[in-house]
């Protein structure tokens, strides 16, 4: 069968395409970067399998270079992280650009993961997501529409924000909307769900809400959270966490953005709870318990096999989300911060040492600056530290860094290149390269910033005296310390 799978690098999409591939299909994978899309965990007689087509749904698709032999097309693009009040216009346009491609494509069927939609009020983020069923609903193609609330595994907001909350706070003053009940399903479970509906037409323009056994409210879901980790937490209700408190409660406990909380919180305030309905049974399924679930996604948390997250979600300061058109560099109207280290040790473990950057291993000098410099981006609205990464040593192109994102890296020249994502009268990049000259090899450090006006020339100024002794202290560190670095 072959399947087209938009949202390819997004965290259901990752988790999606090797179950498809192990099928046996053929997957076109739209993405808006193709440096995003990472295969590295996919088995190597299965990457044939897999045809990549770079595609931005914002915009029209160019029909002409488009795949059009198709079976069945997944849905799964949603702007909610990127935004807190335009994304709902993003969100219909993406979808009509899809339909109007797909519409003149082979395929059968669209399949539509989303949110339960059965209160008749409903947050920005939940009509927003009906708005684009409806308009996929228009498509001459089938649609089966799945519609789910929480979503529990590894690397999933939701979880993360729980973790986060449980983790760092014995005590917790929460708004009244931790009562709001939902069905949390397992990542595995919807993953289930999505294979399973290929192609049966008895789910053919139809919607089925899907979801976890037990009926839960975010407070039991945190408490049960602590159970299972053996931790012993207090939460204590109050009547005058307005929204935007609410929000802000989020953005600074958690490694949410700001934007996303404030979504999140909107969404949060509804109940989310199941429609009764006999796909479970058809497919298979039956879904695990909310502890299942949580025991399931530490399982993977600590064996590093943590697939994706939502952070790696492409989420840039750029108003594209592109990566490519950050990846050359500028040479012009720039501020550059050069240094230079000759090693006087295998390159390889200076490498282990660039590859593992930031997350818990941290920036290898001045940690307490760069966690200030966190703490201000949180300030003033920016991501901040928290994001951390994905996983300990392994690092791909698109995926989240602290507050960078990762543009590039090659392990076979040694070479990876950061954007910053937090918030700057500018733009910033920061470069490791290690090069061959003659007999010895060269570790290259290069910070550079392009300023936006005076306040970007007058911000490279003043951060310039914590350069000297960041960058400085962080070049010799990652080239002197051994294997595996701090």
Same mark, same amino acid.
């Given at each position: 069968?072959?399947?087209? /799978?938009?949202?390819?690098?997004?965290?259901?999409?990752?988790?999606?395409?090797?179950?498809? /591939?192990?099928?046996?299909?053929?997957?076109?994978?739209?993405?808006?970067?193709?440096?995003?899309?990472?295969?590295?965990?996919?088995?190597?007689?299965?990457?044939?399998?897999?045809?990549?087509?770079?595609?931005?749904?914002?915009?029209?698709?160019?029909?002409?270079?488009?795949?059009?032999?198709?079976?069945?097309?997944?849905?799964?693009?949603?702007?909610?992280?990127?935004?807190?009040?335009?994304?709902?216009?993003?969100?219909?346009?993406?979808?009509?650009?899809?339909?109007?491609?797909?519409?003149?494509?082979?395929?059968?069927?669209?399949?539509?993961?989303?949110?339960?939609?059965?209160?008749?009020?409903?947050?920005?983020?939940?009509?927003?997501?009906?708005?684009?069923?409806?308009?996929?609903?228009?498509?001459?193609?089938? /649609?089966?529409?799945?519609?789910?609330?929480?979503?529990?595994?590894?690397?999933?907001?939701?979880?993360?924000?729980?973790?986060?909350?449980?983790?760092?706070?014995?005590?917790?003053?929460?708004?009244?909307?931790?009562?709001?009940?939902?069905?949390?399903?397992?990542?595995?479970?919807?993953?289930?769900?999505?294979?399973?509906?290929?192609?049966?037409?008895?789910? &053919?323009?139809?919607?089925?809400?899907?979801?976890?056994?037990?009926?839960?409210?975010? !407070?039991?879901?945190?408490?049960?959270?602590?159970?299972?980790?053996?931790?012993?937490?207090?939460?204590? +209700?109050?009547?005058?966490?307005?929204?935007?408190?609410?929000?802000?409660?989020?953005?600074?406990? +958690?490694?949410?953005?700001?934007?996303?909380?404030?979504?999140?919180?909107?969404?949060?305030?509804?109940?989310? @709870?199941?429609?009764?309905?006999?796909?479970?049974?058809?497919?298979?399924?039956?879904?695990?318990?909310?502890?299942?679930?949580?025991?399931?996604? &530490?399982?993977?948390?600590?064996?590093?096999?943590?697939?994706?997250?939502?952070?790696?979600?492409?989420?840039?300061?750029?108003?594209?989300?592109? @990566? +490519?058109?950050?990846?050359?560099?500028?040479?012009?109207?720039?501020?550059?911060?050069?240094?230079?280290?000759?090693?006087?040790?295998?390159?390889?473990?200076?490498?282990?040492?660039?590859?593992?950057?930031? #997350?818990? !291993?941290?920036?290898?000098?001045?940690?307490?600056?760069?966690?200030?410099?966190?703490?201000?981006?949180?300030?003033?609205?920016?991501?901040?530290?928290?994001?951390?990464?994905?996983?300990?040593?392994?690092?791909?192109?698109?995926?989240?860094?602290?507050?960078?994102?990762?543009?590039?890296?090659?392990?076979?020249?040694?070479?990876?290149?950061?954007?910053?994502?937090?918030?700057?009268? #500018?733009?910033?990049?920061?470069? &490791?390269?290690?090069?061959?000259?003659?007999?010895?090899?060269?570790?290259?450090?290069?910070?550079?910033?392009?300023?936006?006006?005076? =306040?970007?020339?007058?911000?490279?100024?003043?951060?310039?005296?914590?350069? =000297?002794?960041? &960058?400085?202290?962080?070049?010799?560190?990652?080239?002197?310390?051994?294997?595996?670095?701090?």
């Amino acid at each position: 069968m072959k399947i087209l /799978l938009t949202g390819a690098t997004g965290y259901i999409g990752k988790r999606l395409l090797p179950v498809l /591939l192990e099928e046996g299909h053929q997957v076109i994978a739209c993405v808006r970067d193709q440096s995003s899309l990472d295969l590295d965990n996919i088995r190597r007689d299965r990457k044939k399998q897999v045809e990549v087509f770079e595609v931005d749904f914002l915009e029209k698709v160019n029909i002409q270079r488009a795949p059009a032999d198709i079976d069945v097309a997944y849905y799964l693009i949603h702007s909610m992280s990127s935004s807190i009040s335009d994304f709902q216009e993003m969100e219909a346009q993406t979808a009509r650009n899809f339909v109007e491609y797909l519409d003149q494509t082979t395929a059968k069927q669209i399949i539509y993961l989303t949110g339960i939609v059965n209160e008749e009020r409903l947050s920005l983020h939940l009509k927003s997501r009906l708005r684009v069923e409806r308009i996929l609903e228009e498509s001459k193609v089938h /649609l089966t529409a799945l519609r789910a609330g929480i979503i529990i595994g590894s690397g999933s907001a939701s979880f993360e924000i729980i973790r986060d909350l449980v983790e760092k706070l014995p005590i917790m003053i929460a708004p009244k909307w931790i009562k709001t009940k939902c069905q949390p399903i397992a990542i595995r479970d919807v993953i289930l769900f999505l294979t399973g509906v290929l192609l049966r037409e008895e789910t &053919f323009n139809k919607n089925f809400d899907i979801g976890g056994r037990e009926v839960l409210s975010y !407070r039991d879901m945190m408490l049960q959270y602590a159970e299972v980790r053996q931790l012993k937490r207090w939460i204590f +209700t109050v009547p005058v966490m307005t929204p935007r408190l609410s929000s802000y409660w989020l953005y600074f406990v +958690t490694s949410v953005t700001y934007p996303l909380a404030v979504n999140l919180v909107s969404s949060m305030k509804v109940d989310v @709870l199941v429609r009764e309905n006999d796909l479970g049974s058809k497919l298979g399924v039956a879904p695990m318990s909310y502890k299942e679930a949580v025991e399931r996604a &530490f399982s993977k948390i600590r064996q590093n096999l943590v697939i994706s997250s939502w952070k790696d979600a492409l989420v840039t300061t750029s108003s594209s989300g592109s @990566l +490519t058109e950050h990846v050359q560099v500028p040479e012009y109207g720039c501020f550059t911060d050069k240094k230079k280290w000759v090693l006087d040790r295998p390159s390889s473990e200076v490498w282990d040492n660039i590859r593992a950057i930031g #997350g818990q !291993r941290g920036w290898y000098y001045g940690s307490w600056l760069w966690k200030l410099r966190g703490y201000l981006d949180k300030l003033v609205g920016g991501i901040g530290l928290r994001r951390g990464r994905t996983h300990p040593t392994d690092i791909h192109a698109g995926d989240a860094l602290d507050f960078w994102r990762v543009l590039s890296i090659d392990h076979s020249g040694q070479r990876l290149l950061l954007f910053a994502e937090m918030k700057l009268p #500018g733009e910033a990049w920061l470069e &490791f390269d290690i090069r061959k000259e003659g007999e010895r090899e060269v570790l290259y450090q290069t910070a550079t910033f392009r300023p936006h006006g005076l =306040f970007g020339r007058l911000y490279w100024y003043g951060v310039l005296p914590f350069h =000297f002794f960041v &960058f400085n202290g962080m070049i010799r560190n990652l080239a002197e310390f051994g294997r595996g670095g701090l």
